[in-house]
C-alpha cells in the first residue's frame, strides 16, 4: 500500500486502452447460467449444470456460484427433503453454508466480530461439514466436499494437521486443483497461525513440483503479496522491491503462464490479475505490461482488494496506469 501513495498515482483518461469492468466469473457462460438457475429456486437447471461439469473438470466455480447466492439455503431443504439419498443437493447444500456462514461473520477483523455473529458463523459451518462429509463418504472421487471442507476447517480453527489432511485429500483427487493450494497457502500464512516462512515454502513447492503450465505459479506471487500485506508501512515496499522477490516471479511466470503448455480456462484470468499486481509493484514494467495486457480490463476481485477493498477496479487502474498499458 505504501508503495502506491508512494508513487502518487491518480486516475486519467483511459484512452486506447480496453475498458475495465469487474469479472465476476471467468468468462464460462455456464457460470452465468446456473447463478441465475439459483436465484431463480430452478433446481432442475442448477442439478443439470452441475452434471454436465465433472469433478474431474473441477466444477468448483460453478458450485460457488450456487453457493454465493442468497436464499439458496431456503429453496434447498426441500430438496434435501425429496431427495435423502442424492449427493448433489448435499454438496449444494454444504457450500451455501460456506458462504452463508461467512456472510453473518463479515470481513472484519476478529476483534470486531461479536459473539452472536461467531456462533452463527460456526453454526453454519457445523452445518456444512456434516453435509459434505456425507457427500465425501457416498461419492469418494469427488474433489469438491474436500475442499469445501479445507475452507469450513479454517473457519472453525480445526489445527495445521487437519487441515493439512483435508488438503491432501482434495489433491489426491486433483494434483493441480488451484482452489485446494490457494486455500493450504492460507491455511499456513502468518495471520492463520503459520509462516513466512512456511507459506513461501509451501508456493514453491507447489508451483515447481507440478508439470509446467499449470495455474500454480500464481502461488509464488500470492505469497509475496501476503507477505507484503503483513509488513508496516515502509517495509512493505522495501520487501517487494527487492530482487530475489522480482527475480522468483520470473521464474515461476515462466513456468507457469508463459509455458507453452498454459492454457487460458478456469482462474487463468486471476493469475494474469495477480502477476499484473505483483510485477507492477516490483517496478517490472514490462513483465506487468504483459499481464495487464491479458487480462484486456477484466478485473479479478482478488488480489486488488489488497490495495483497496472498496473498489478493486480503481486499484487495478491505478496499477496498469503505471505500467502506460
Known amino acids: 500500500m505504501a508503495l502506491l501513495r508512494d508513487w502518487g498515482l491518480t486516475l486519467g483518461k483511459w484512452v486506447g486502452r480496453p ?19 439459483a436465484a431463480a429456486a430452478d433446481w432442475a437447471t442448477v442439478r ?28 434447498i431443504a426441500p430438496v434435501l427433503e425429496a431427495e435423502p439419498d442424492a449427493p448433489l443437493p448435499r454438496l449444494v447444500a454444504g457450500i451455501r453454508h460456506i458462504s452463508w456462514g461467512w456472510e453473518a461473520r463479515t470481513g472484519a477483523r476478529a476483534k470486531d466480530v461479536s459473539r452472536e455473529q461467531f456462533e452463527v458463523f460456526h453454526a453454519r459451518l457445523r452445518t456444512a461439514e456434516r453435509w459434505l462429509y456425507e457427500v465425501a463418504e457416498q461419492e469418494p472421487g469427488w474433489t469438491s466436499p474436500w475442499y469445501g471442507l479445507q475452507i469450513t476447517g479454517r473457519g472453525l480453527q480445526v489445527g495445521q494437521d487437519t487441515a493439512r489432511r483435508r488438503f491432501e485429500a482434495t489433491v489426491r483427487r486433483d494434483p493441480h486443483h488451484l482452489g485446494a493450494h490457494q486455500q493450504q497457502l492460507q491455511q499456513v500464512c502468518e495471520k492463520w497461525s503459520g509462516s513466512h516462512e512456511e507459506m513461501h515454502a509451501f508456493a514453491r513447492e507447489s508451483a515447481f513440483g507440478a508439470p509446467g503450465g499449470t495455474s500454480l505459479g500464481q502461488l509464488v506471487a500470492v505469497a509475496h503479496l501476503e507477505h507484503w500485506l503483513a509488513l508496516d508501512r515502509g517495509a512493505d515496499a522495501r520487501y517487494i522491491q ?9 521464474k515461476a511466470a515462466d513456468h507457469s503462464y508463459r509455458h507453452p503448455d498454459f492454457v487460458r480456462r478456469g482462474g487463468w484470468l486471476q493469475v494474469y490479475n495477480t502477476f499484473a499486481m505483483a510485477f507492477s ?21 482478488f488480489p486488488w482488494y489488497y490495495v483497496n477493498g472498496s473498489d478493486p477496479a480503481r486499484a487495478y487502474k491505478q496499477h496498469r496506469a503505471f505500467t502506460g498499458s
Not at 527487492?242 to 520470473?250: G, H, I, K, M
Not at 509493484?281 to 476481485?301: I, K, L, N, Q, Y
Request: aromatic share 4%; proline share 4%.
Open 19 to 37: 475498458p475495465v469492468r469487474l469479472q465476476q466469473d471467468s468468462g464460462d457462460p455456464e457460470v452465468r447460467r446456473v447463478r441465475e438457475a
Open 242 to 250: 527487492r530482487p530475489e522477490v522480482a527475480a522468483s516471479l520470473q
Open 281 to 301: 509493484m516490483t517496478g517490472d514494467v514490462a513483465s506487468a505490461r504483459e499481464c495487464f495486457r491479458a487480462t484486456e480490463g477484466r478485473v479479478t476481485e
Open 48 to 75: 443439470t449444470v452441475l452434471e454436465a461439469r465433472s469433478e474431474s473438470e473441477d466444477r468448483t466455480e460453478l458450485l460457488w456460484a450456487v453457493g454465493d447466492t442468497a436464499g439458496v439455503e431456503e429453496w
